[in-house]
């Protein structure tokens, strides 16, 4: 019985060293880091979709004061198309291309709102419309949120990218989960980092230049 007994706690004190040993080598920290990295991301995902919720309606208020705009407005209909057609799951952060391209179209929907709100100058009547008010505080309050959201999902992999690189954890990384690094958000296409302008409190220089081009094209 006594020996029994002994090897039933020889055996309990070799599973509690080899559960100890696991955890210091980041069998645990590994998976916590992944999760809250897949969490971020879809953050991210969320105030971009808020965003492109907002575009239809805002495309309609524009149009209907400024049909001449319709080139820009076509553009960023089919921007948000296709920045809506591609998804990157949590499964495909590790595969920089998908995450590239998913940038990249998110960055080419941001630059067409750029330019369709710059285009906004030449039309006080749209400017003071209390539909594009609403969409336009809505639109920057996106924008912020997604800044927001890029920020905390890079923090995230950042995390997760430097645990599974460092010792300890890197033996659990390589042996348990043959972890891969994630990627982390960085705009690819010019001016994408930037927040579309919404303001309009423009120098008086700017909005008489607006209101020329405006006369121009009224006389044209």
């Given amino acids: 019985m006594a020996a029994a007994l002994l090897a039933r706690l020889s055996r309990f004190a070799f599973v509690a060293m080899a559960a100890a040993g696991l955890a210091g080598c980041g069998v645990n920290a590994i998976p916590t880091a992944e999760e809250a990295a897949k969490a971020k991301w879809a953050d991210v995902q969320n105030q971009y979709q808020r965003r492109s919720d907002l575009v239809p309606n805002l495309v309609a208020t524009v149009k209907g004061y400024a049909k001449q705009e319709q080139d820009t407005l076509v553009k960023v209909t089919e921007a948000r198309a296709k920045a809506t057609s591609i998804q990157v799951s949590a499964a495909d952060l590790t595969d920089p291309d998908k995450v590239a391209q ?25 400017k ?12 920057e309050g996106t924008e912020n949120r997604i800044a927001v959201a890029r920020r905390d999902y890079n923090e995230a992999v950042q995390q997760y990218n430097t645990t599974i690189r460092t010792f300890p954890a890197i033996i659990a990384a390589k042996v348990v989960y043959g972890a891969k690094p994630m990627v982390p958000f960085a705009a690819t296409t010019p001016g994408a980092d930037t927040a579309p302008t919404v303001s309009f409190d423009a120098p008086a220089a700017a909005n008489d230049n607006a209101a020329g081009a405006a006369g121009k094209a009224a006389a044209n």
Avoid: C, T
């Fill in 102 to 126: 998913y940038q990249a179209a998110q960055g080419q929907l941001s630059q067409g709102l750029g330019r369709l709100l710059a285009s906004v100058e030449a039309y006080p009547d749209l």
């Fill in 128 to 139: 003071s419309n209390e539909n594009f008010l609403a969409l336009q505080s809505q639109l």
